[in-house]
């Protein structure tokens, strides 16, 4: 071959490695011969997609040789009645990394810079890089988002900041005031991003809604997701909600189709289904509640979590452990690429699922695993 291609591409995107997902059952089972394998790495809802909207998307597959509502008119209806915010508000995404991605390409170039956190979701590095800005990493504190260091960062060429609340893949959480603090402390012209895809897990009173704040910080940007409490991962429907203008500034560039006719549909069926998602909290504090007792007693130090998941330190480099658990036939998530080469990210699932991975984690402990 005469021409490198990675020669032609813009310089961030030269210096990037692929987003790694979390390895899929089938192809475990294909490698390994297992059956009845446990995953416990993507943060995926346990339950499995609500019946409501199992219902609803069969019923939009009538449809599907119709191009989708362009506007999302029915998605955003229901999502601005539930909210109490205006539809010009909202950004619908494929997916709520899709919104990440859209707010870099707009508010980013080679000549500015975005600040976040150390441990900070994957993507931020990634959406930022990929438009060829500066990525401003301000040091974690108690493994989260150290605010005052963040706010300090911000300098002339800041045009974005990215918080996400709860933070993947510690788990940590903040407060109200400090939130408020930090955003009294950022000029307007830099726009906040407020990542809340593991919003409706937190169980604390005393956790912020970053949609209620919107009206105090016009610069703030709220994300959330239909991937985790509600059970839709495998549709790929986030959403955005925001100031008018940066709402129709995503729009100018998000793709007019990029959420597709059943998944609108399984959205809204899933967003009203309020036994589902109660029972999507129930499951995930009873499932924290038996990971945190069984690590305590196996003698494993893990980081609080508000999320839907865990993240465990390990006696020594992770992955030899993650290995040893995929023979096992349990997946779980090894986050090195996170600078975390000690911890495993476990995500939580039913209780036979946490119990099995659990004896698993026993298992390879007293084999050695990572000692030798």
């Known amino acids: 071959m005469s021409c490198d291609f990675i020669a032609l591409a813009n310089r961030g995107i030269q210096g990037l490695q692929p987003y790694q ?34 219902r609803a998307y069969r019923n939009a597959a009538e449809d599907l040789h119709l191009y989708p509502d362009a506007g999302g008119f029915e998605l955003k209806a229901c999502l601005s009645a539930g909210l109490a915010v205006s539809p010009a508000q909202i950004t619908l995404g ?67 900041v990215f918080i996400a609340n709860p933070n993947n893949p510690t788990g940590t ?17 830099v726009v906040v991003v407020l990542d809340e895809a593991y919003a409706e897990y937190v169980g604390d009173d005393a956790y912020p809604d970053g949609v209620a704040l919107l009206s105090d910080y016009p610069n703030l940007v709220v994300t959330r997701t239909f991937s985790k409490a509600f059970g839709l991962a495998g549709l790929r429907v986030g959403y955005a909600v925001s100031h008018p203008q940066i709402a129709d500034l995503l729009n100018r560039v998000r793709a007019p189709f990029n959420v597709s006719v059943p998944a609108m549909a399984a959205a809204v069926a899933a967003y ?41 330190q390990m006696p020594g480099a992770a992955l030899p452990y993650y290995q040893a658990l995929l023979h096992k036939g349990v997946i779980v998530r090894p986050i090195g690429v996170y600078g975390m080469p000690d911890h495993l990210r476990i995500s939580i699932g039913l209780a036979e699922d946490n119990a099995r991975c659990l004896t698993a984690l026993k298992h390879v402990l007293a084999e050695g695993v990572g000692t030798a």
């Open 21 to 54: 997902p979390g390895k899929p059952i089938e192809e475990l089972e294909r490698e390994l011969g297992l059956r009845n394998v446990v995953k416990l790495a993507s943060n995926e809802n346990p339950l499995g997609p609500p019946a409501s909207a199992l």
């Open 94 to 160: 494929n997916g709520s990394n899709d919104i990440l991605d859209l707010l870099a390409r707009v508010f980013l170039d080679e000549h500015s810079s975005a600040v976040f956190s150390q441990y900070g979701f994957i993507v931020y590095p990634i959406a930022t890089q990929a438009v060829g800005a500066t990525a401003k990493v301000v040091p974690a504190k108690d493994w989260g988002h150290d605010l005052p260091a963040m706010a300090a960062a911000v300098d002339e060429s800041t045009r974005l």
């Open 173 to 189: 959480c903040l407060g109200e005031e400090a939130l408020r603090q930090f955003m009294a402390a950022v000029p307007e012209r």
């Open 272 to 312: 009203t289904d309020m036994a589902y998602l109660a029972r999507s909290r129930e499951v995930n504090e009873a499932g924290m509640a038996q990971f945190t007792k069984g690590l305590a007693e196996l003698g494993l130090a893990f980081i609080p979590s508000a999320g839907n998941f865990i993240t465990v």
